[in-house]
């Protein structure tokens, strides 16, 4: 338990370190990149495509909770201002904030330290593709299925009558995305983790 808590400490602390200015720097250009994949939201009957998470995934993954938490919730918001639907609803932004808890918390310090000795690297590599794995799972489950239809249920987006239909459809919906999800997360993550290790690994060892 104290090990779990240790990495919201962390994850704050990439704010106060030496490195805070790569922190704002990254997550920003993260967010921005967000938004550029919210764009691109498909719509269906009772769900939305997009792509978003990606971004959110990756602040997770590089600076873990605590400032993954609070990135998923300005990408709501700014992803409002950027492409206003409806009045604004904070739940929303909070069921955001709670989608960069998860991934900060699965994959923050997955991977391990930034030097990673050849003969642990396919074991570390497997326990990484292992945290995306259930990273995504519980995104779709606890956000997508649980949280988002209750909160349209509440709001009205879902009528009483059509509910069962619409869990049946995002179920659907969410189990035939997953086929992508995981696949593309399983190369992109790697990537972004590769090139922001050969980018500051100078700075963050510095830093330790």
């Known amino acids: 338990m104290k090990r779990f808590f240790s990495i919201f400490k962390a994850s704050a602390a990439e704010l106060t370190g030496r490195n805070k200015v790569v922190c704002i720097v990254v997550t920003a250009l993260?967010?921005?990149?967000?938004?550029?994949?919210?764009?691109?939201?498909?719509?269906?009957?009772f769900a939305k495509i997009n792509f978003a998470y990606i971004a959110i995934a990756a602040i997770g993954?590089?600076?873990?909770?605590?400032?993954?938490?609070?990135?998923g919730g300005i990408c709501d918001v700014l992803g409002y201002i950027v492409h206003p639907d409806g009045a604004f609803l904070p739940i929303y932004t909070?069921?955001?904030?709670?989608?960069?808890?998860?991934?900060?918390?699965?994959?923050y310090r997955g991977w391990g330290n930034i030097s990673i000795p050849e003969k642990k690297l396919g074991r570390r590599l497997t326990e990484f593709?292992?945290?995306?794995?259930?990273?995504?799972?519980?995104?779709?489950?606890?956000?997508?299925?649980?949280?988002?239809?209750?909160a349209n249920l509440h709001y009205g987006f879902i009528p009483d009558k059509a509910f069962g239909a619409a869990v049946a459809a995002r179920i659907a919906k969410n189990a035939l995305q997953l086929c992508a999800d995981i696949?593309?997360?399983?190369?992109?993550?790697?990537?972004?983790?590769?090139?922001?290790?050969?980018?500051?690994?100078?700075?963050?060892?510095?830093?330790?």
């Not at 993260?30 to 009957?45: G, N």
């Open 129 to 150: 593709s292992v945290r995306i794995i259930i990273a995504r799972l519980l995104d779709v489950v606890i956000i997508n299925l649980l949280m988002n239809t209750a």
């Open 30 to 45: 993260l967010i921005a990149l967000s938004m550029s994949l919210e764009a691109f939201t498909i719509e269906i009957p």
């Open 183 to 208: 696949p593309i997360l399983l190369v992109i993550l790697p990537v972004i983790l590769g090139a922001f290790t050969k980018v500051f690994k100078g700075r963050m060892n510095n830093a330790a």
């Open 94 to 107: 909070l069921i955001a904030m709670v989608q960069g808890l998860i991934y900060g918390i699965v994959l």
């Open 61 to 71: 993954m590089l600076y873990g909770p605590a400032i993954a938490f609070f990135a």
